[in-house]
């Protein structure tokens, strides 16, 4: 069995990789990295969520130890294409999106290959999988992951801000193995949770979903995006708007 410094490594090396040679047309910068507990009670919390309950790692592996949680921050260019014009998205950040999805398959298809390699057993999480269109949530949120393993903190927008900004997508994989480290110290990212002096997320979203109060109105959100993909069928299954996640912490936090 390797120890916990070799299967970090592993796992860093092989996102590293897959992002820098990855083939198509989205760009991103250096990927994010994080490891909680599954035995972190947030876990357990989520999962007696009302309404929408949440999985627990040890539905998915009846010995996990640990959880991984990667983000994957897109380059700059694709934020930039996706500001302003009304509530049309661009092609760009809807070809960012279906392209971020696959290589986020393909992380977890290799790590848990070589990490299967030296012993360790891996599931890898979908980057959109069971996703209930009736009460909007996913029985497993890699946002409410990353947080869990101390990538960020929510926003007004509900969107994750890590230290490289919101503007991306998130994966995550259990492991059958303990390598959680200390929890990294957890700062407020988002500059109104922090100050109270930032709403941009809010005047940015085209539909009115989100408000000032700090309530969100998913359906309309989904609506939005569900409009938006139709302009994107060739280029894949696209339900995706961003533009709250275009402003201050896009590419940073905005605390």
Known sequence: MADAGEIREVILNTVD????NWGGATQWRKPLVGFASAQDSRFTRLASRPGS???????FLAHAGSVVSFFLPFDEGI???NVGGGAGVSREWATAYVETNALISRIGEHVAERLHGIGIEAVAQPAVGDFDEESLACIWSHKSVAVIAGLGTRGVHNMVITDSGCAGRFGSMVLDVDIATD??????????????????????????AL?????FDRRLCWAQCREAAKAFTAVGI?????K?????CAMGPGA
């Open 79 to 81: 934020v930039a294409s």
């Open 183 to 208: 929890p990294a110290i957890q700062r407020e990212r988002c500059k109104h949770n922090a100050t109270g002096t930032c709403l941009a997320c809010v005047e940015l979203c085209p539909v009115g």
């Open 211 to 215: 408000k000032p109060d700090g309530s």
């Open 17 to 20: 990789a897959l992002v820098l």
């Open 53 to 59: 309950p949440h999985a627990l790692p040890q539905d």
């Open 244 to 248: 709250c996640a275009t402003g201050p």
């Open 238 to 242: 696209a339900p995706v708007c961003g």
